[in-house]
């Protein structure tokens, strides 16, 4: 046979599969969720843009001109008197009180969280009933209580008063956090390290909390956020000027008469700056967390 004579064997064409046939063509552009990422995306920007102009107005006038456009006469004089004004002790108390609560939270959430997965007792799985139940009490229907026990405990007018009831009511949260990220951790890794001879707190400490970082990064986010922003405990279980955190120094602008109004937008602005840091850091982590639980 020549080499003319050869001839190579036809290959079939098979025809593509639906799934891949379907992936190749182009989506079409989903337009109504668009326009509501924009008008959400307005709704939070345009708040943030005037107070970032207020920020920047002298107090004298401040009203007069348009509240939409940049101020012609723009100062910084506003970040100067915040920053005067002992605003590193009130930030200092605020970082004290924040890092004590996330750390407390996080410990606490973890361990419990470790022990409702995977115990099978009746009594686990009750208490967490009951403590999903503190999702439904308001912190401002047992604040009578909380300053009772706080006065009992000789702990009025410090930054530990703030700790514990921040902790207490960001407990909930954050155990439903971490029970759900951590039931999609196989069973089969717990075999295995139990197979090896490892504790139960190698356990947790090895395995669990390195596949929990994301959800406990999580529940710091959002841990922070609430003690960073708290005002109701701030306001009713401190007293001296030492004792103060950032939402309670906005009262150091208000006169008797009159508020200093660029003053006070001034310090919301720095005061928004470290949650605006850590939302950056941590903002892959935040949405693994939140979405746990969901894909199965």
């Not at 943030?48 to 002298?58: H, I, N």
């Not at 009992?152 to 700790?163: C, I």
């Not at 407990?171 to 971490?178: F, K, R, T």
């Not at 841990?223 to 001296?240: K, M, V, Y």
């Amino acid at each position: 046979m020549t080499l003319m004579e050869t001839r190579v064997p036809a290959v079939a064409e098979t025809p593509a599969a639906p799934g891949k046939r379907r992936s190749r063509r182009r989506q079409s552009p989903n337009v109504a969720g668009a326009a509501g990422a924009f008008c959400w995306l307005a709704i939070v920007l345009v708040p943030v843009y005037w107070l970032v102009l207020g920020s920047l107005r002298r107090q004298a006038g401040f009203l007069e001109n348009n509240q939409w456009l940049p101020p012609g006469d723009a100062t910084l004089d506003n970040y100067r008197t915040v920053l005067t004004s002992g605003f590193g002790t009130y930030v200092v108390n605020s970082l004290i009180v924040t890092v004590a609560t996330v750390v407390l939270v996080v410990l606490a959430a973890l361990l419990a969280a470790y022990v409702i997965v995977r115990s099978r007792r009746r009594v686990t799985r009750a208490a967490f009933k009951a403590m999903l139940a503190g999702l439904a009490i308001p912190s401002h229907a047992v604040i009578i209580p909380i300053y009772f026990l706080i006065t009992r405990l000789h702990l009025y007018d410090s930054l530990l008063a703030l700790v514990l009831p921040t902790a207490a009511f960001g407990l909930p949260v954050a155990i439903l956090v971490m029970v759900a990220f951590m039931r999609d951790v196989p069973s089969a890794l717990f075999d295995a390290m139990r197979i090896d001879g490892a504790s139960e707190w190698r356990i947790l400490w090895s395995l669990v909390a390195p596949l929990s970082r994301p959800a406990m990064i999580t529940v710091g986010i959002y841990t922070a956020i609430q003690a960073w922003n708290g005002f109701l405990f701030p306001l009713i279980l401190t007293q001296s000027p030492d004792m103060r955190v950032l939402p309670l120094s906005l009262w150091t602008f208000q006169g008797e008469f009159q508020v200093d109004v660029p003053a006070v937008l001034a310090a919301v602005v720095l005061s928004s700056l470290p949650l605006f840091a850590a939302y950056l850091v941590g903002r892959r982590q935040l949405l693994a967390g939140l979405t746990a639980g969901f894909g199965r």
